[in-house]
Structure formats: C-alpha cells, structure tokens
C-alpha cells in the first residue's frame, strides 16, 4: 500500500475553495464563476478532441415565467426549492453524445446537460476565430457578431480538431470504455456556461472591451444609477439573456494509482447550522474541514475518468440561471446521509435521473432578503429544522452556503448574490469576508445600485477573465490592421 504523506494528499485531494465571484452560493474565493484561492488539478479541460465527442453545448432550457413568480419565489422557501429542484432538473437531464461511436460498455453515450457547455477554452477558441476572420473595417468599428456569427462559430468549434488529427481523435475515442469514461470527455475545468452566455458576450465584446479601463480604476462607483430601468450591467448595452446560464464545479481526485483517495464529508443539521451562523463553534462561521471521510464509488458520486486512469469527484456544484433579473443562485452537494435536511425535499424526477444525483442535497437563494415569514420555509422534519437553525427574519439577508464550496469564516453563514454584485470591481473574497463594516453580514447586505459584470466574476476575474480573451485579440488586432 501507498502511504502519502499529509502534504501530497491535500494535494490530491485538489480541494476546492469557494467562490466570490463565484458561480452560485456564498463567497467564497473568486471561483465559481471565476476565481479560486487554491489550485486543483486542471488537466482536463474540454479540447478540441473532446468537443468533436460531444458536440456542440446544449441551450439551457430555461422557464420564463420564474420573473413573473418573483414575489412568491421571494416569500415562500417551498415554492423557491420546488423551482430550484426544476432547475437542477434541467441541468442534470442526460443527452446524447454527438458521436455515435461512443459507448458506455454496449449503451448509447449520454452526459449531463451541463457537460456539454463551454469552457473558456471553447471562448478562446471561436472567438479568436471570430475576430480573426474579420475584416479590418469591422474590427476597426468593432462591429458586433451577431446570433448567425455566434451560431457559426459553435459549428465549427464543434468539429474543428485545433492541432490535432483524425488519428488523434480515433485513439482518444478509444479510450472511452464505460460510463465514468464517457463523463471524462467533458474533463475536470472548474466553469461551464451555456451557449447564451457566449452568444452575449460575442455580441457585446465591442461595448465590453470600451468598459474595461473603467473597471481596472474602478471608477463604476456603487451609489452610481443604473443605465436604465431595464439595464443595470454598464459595462453592457444590455443584460444577459434569460437562457445565460453557468455552473462551477469541484473536483476532488479519487485515485493516486491504485489508492483510493478520502472524500470529506460534512455535516448540514440544524445543530450544525445554529453553530455556523452564531459562530459558536471552532470553525468560527467556516465549513472547516469536514466531520469525517467517505469513499462513494462511481455509482454514489458524480465522476469523471481521464484518459490516463485518474478519476474525480464531483461533490459540489453551483448553478446559477438568469432566470431571473438578479439570477437564481442554486447549489448542489454530495452527502452521505442525503434524504435528510437539504436533500428531504428531493422530488423524484431528480433521484430516477439517470446517474447518482439521488445523493446530492440543494439549497437556494433568490435575492438579498429572506421574504419567507415562516421560520421553517413551509416544511416539517430535518429540512424545516435546518431551515430555521439558518433563518434569521423577514427583511434579514438570505442564506445560502455550500460546504465543499464556501471555504473560511464566515463563509457559512454567507449567501451568493451578496458578493456577486460586486463582480467587475477591484473587490475579492478576501477583501469582502474580511470587512465586516464596510460589507455587513457575512457579505450579504445589497450595497450596489449597478452591476458592471452582471453579477459574474468570471467576466473579468482571474483565472477565468473571459474579457481578457476579448482584450488580447482586440489588442492585438488593432496593431496588425495599422
């Protein structure tokens, strides 16, 4: 037996930290959409070899009548985890891969919805390809792309082979052998978006890339007004489309050859909760460092296998949707006790899907403030006492925090639009857990009155930084057509 060393398996382990900018609950370190303290393995992005496997990404099918229902979703937490469980539905659905060689064993090949997404390396590519394939004239006058250019572009990224050859291709379709392989098609990069958030930013990069000085001196102010009624996202002639949808996930290595690695595992009773939200215990409002370790097999946990034979975990994952104007901040979790509190409520469409999301718990926030009056959300048993061990009062900041996602103090008690409002400024994590007077709550009070990012880090934040692939090639582009 391998023995590791404590030091080379925090390492494996590629535990994630959290998300400022991240993609859905809490604020953690500018992740989940964007930005993490700590590296994980990064190995598999979704090349051009993979994309081929695939396809083109799947448009999230999203409901347009959430923004109608805003008040209810705001006052009821039932109603509000009914919708969110719908998403995550829509997110989870399995789909078949474009490339019918493909099999898991003697089945058709199918991935999750939100497997088929782009990468920012899918970005890099077509819009790279986009630009280039310009005129100089419409460079110069930084003429949008429009549906018809976007649509184009997924096309031919889907098929293009970059650097690589058919040859390449076949030996990599060859090494799909099961399920667990299929799902490592789609790699192991921490940030997925739908074609909608493309699409967007292809057509407002020209508006974007003006912006960008702006940012760099932080010079939005928060108490600036809004462009207008319909358009709080200044560094955008418009906001994100109502299909713009994203995920961040984590990843935690399973294998180090043959050894079987430890998953944390974490506790979200109302015990627990009543000690993370007073900050009572020795965590001091953080997750820490979990109340045990698990070893769920493939069928237990969402999990990928790389062409090398190292294989990851998924244990968490934040969704979040323009459904809504101000997003609808979904986050998903692996627990090994998973019909009790935040996975009590799981309807059946989600735990007859195919896979193991049967094990995954949910939480949501839909705005700043909890709306909800009853101090329980509506529900008996472990989900209503832990739904109150968190709830602190109408007009008092939402909450919603993941274990495996939300690292640090107070990031338990945090929620997710709080710090998302500041995506597109000079703002972190760090500087925002750690100044409670000038961000109140655990981040979670409504500071802005305008949004430059339209709430995502991943716009301008590291290591994602989409506008800084729009950045490069403008760049670049207007030294070569002088």
């Known amino acids: 037996m391998i023995t590791l060393s404590r030091k080379m398996l925090g390492a494996l382990l590629g535990l994630s930290v959290g998300v400022s900018g991240a993609t859905a609950a809490g604020c953690s370190s500018n992740a989940a959409d964007g930005q993490d303290d700590e590296a994980e393995a990064q190995e598999g992005e979704l090349r051009p070899l993979e994309r081929k496997a695939i396809g083109k990404a799947v448009d999230y099918a999203a409901d347009k009548t959430l923004r109608s229902r805003l008040e209810e979703l705001e006052s009821s937490r039932k109603a509000r985890r009914a919708a969110a469980w719908k998403a995550v539905g829509r997110v989870l659905a399995p789909v078949k891969v474009a490339d019918p060689n493909v099999k898991a064993g003697d089945k058709a090949a199918t991935v999750p919805v939100f497997r088929t997404w782009y990468g920012k390396d899918d970005f890099e590519r077509m819009f790279g390809k986009m630009y280039a394939d310009r005129t100089a004239a419409d460079r110069k006058a930084r003429r949008p792309f429009t549906a018809t250019d976007a649509k184009r572009a997924f096309d031919w990224n889907a098929t293009a082979l970059g650097s690589s050859s058919d040859k390449d291709y076949f030996e990599r379709i060859q090494q799909v052998k099961d399920d667990t392989s299929v799902q490592g098609l789609g790699g192991n990069h921490r940030v997925a978006y739908s074609p909608g958030i493309f699409s967007h930013l292809m057509g407002e ?45 984590s990843w935690y290595r399973a294998n180090f050859g043959a050894e079987r690695l430890p998953l944390p595992t974490y506790d979200t009773s109302a015990k627990t909760l009543k000690a993370k939200m007073s900050a009572s215990d020795a965590d001091q409002g953080a997750w820490g460092k979990g109340v045990g370790t698990a070893d769920p097999d493939e069928a237990s946990i969402y999990t990928v296998g790389m062409a090398d034979g ?86 008092k900041p939402s909450w919603a925090s993941n274990p495996y996602l ?25 500087s925002i857990l750690f100044a409670p007077d000038k961000f109140p709550e655990a981040s979670r009070t409504r500071i802005r009155k305008n949004f430059p990012a339209d709430y995502l880090w991943a716009v301008t934040s590291a290591p994602e930084r989409l506008a800084g692939v729009i950045d490069d090639q403008v760049k670049h582009y207007d030294q070569v057509d002088r």
């Open 205 to 249: 990069y020209g508006s974007l890339f003006a912006c960008l000085p702006k940012l760099d001196a932080n010079a939005i102010k928060p108490d600036e007004e809004p462009i207008s009624k319909t358009n709080f996202a200044p560094c955008f002639s418009q906001e994100f489309p109502v299909d713009a949808a994203l995920v961040k996930m």
């Open 310 to 395: 190292t294989k990851f975990r998924m244990p968490a994952m934040h969704l979040v949707t323009k459904e809504l104007r101000e997003w609808l901040w979904i986050t998903i979790w692996w627990s090994d006790k998973p019909n009790e509190d935040f996975g009590a409520d799981r309807p059946a469409e989600i735990t007859n899907l195919d896979g193991p999301w049967k094990n995954y718990k949910m939480n949501v926030s839909v705005s700043y403030e909890e709306k909800d009056p009853d101090p329980r959300g509506g529900f008996d048993g472990s989900l209503g006492d832990a739904l109150e061990a968190a709830y602190t009062g109408v007009g």
């Open 406 to 430: 939300e690292k640090g103090a107070p990031n338990a008690q945090s929620n997710c639009i709080g710090c998302h409002q500041h995506a597109g400024t000079n703002e972190n994590s760090e």
